[in-house]
Nanobody
Framework: QVQLVESGGGLVQAGGSLRLSCAAS????????MGWYRQAPGKQRELVAT???????NYADSVKGRFTISRDNAKNSEYLQMNSLKPEDTAVYYC????????????????WGQGTQVTVSS
């Protein structure tokens, strides 16, 4: 059984920084794209950033230049460094990973973490 566990959320003042971590555990053959998403109260879940297995990254326009996504393939982990945080960044942040559990599987399946709260005060 695959689990994704996030950590690193919290309360920070505007202009501050936080670093989120997400570790995948369980039976894992390989991980393709990993990503971070967020959901603010009353809004739909939205993409924050993604990173492929080869390290190519993609960011939402709202976080470009402020957030950096990275991964450690040896640890089946991904990270989100968030700088210059704004009150509008307040949300529950979820990690996501496309995982191939067994070598004989042809497809990757999408897994989600439980979410971690990030609150930015003005």
């Amino acid at each position: 059984q695959v689990q994704l566990v996030e950590s690193g959320g919290g309360l920070v003042q505007a202009g501050g920084s936080l670093r989120l971590s997400c570790a995948a555990s369980g039976t894992i053959f390989s991980i393709n794209t990993m990503g971070w998403y967020r959901q603010a109260p009353g809004k739909q879940r939205e993409l924050v950033a993604t990173i492929t297995g080869s390290g190519s990254t993609n960011y939402a326009d709202s976080v470009k230049g402020r957030f950096t996504i990275s991964r450690d393939n040896a640890k089946n982990s991904e990270y989100l460094q968030m700088n210059s945080l704004k009150p509008e960044d307040t949300a529950v942040y979820y990690c996501n990973a496309d995982i191939r559990v067994y070598q004989w599987q042809n497809n990757f399946h999408s897994y989600w973490g439980q979410g971690t709260q990030v609150t930015v005060s003005s």
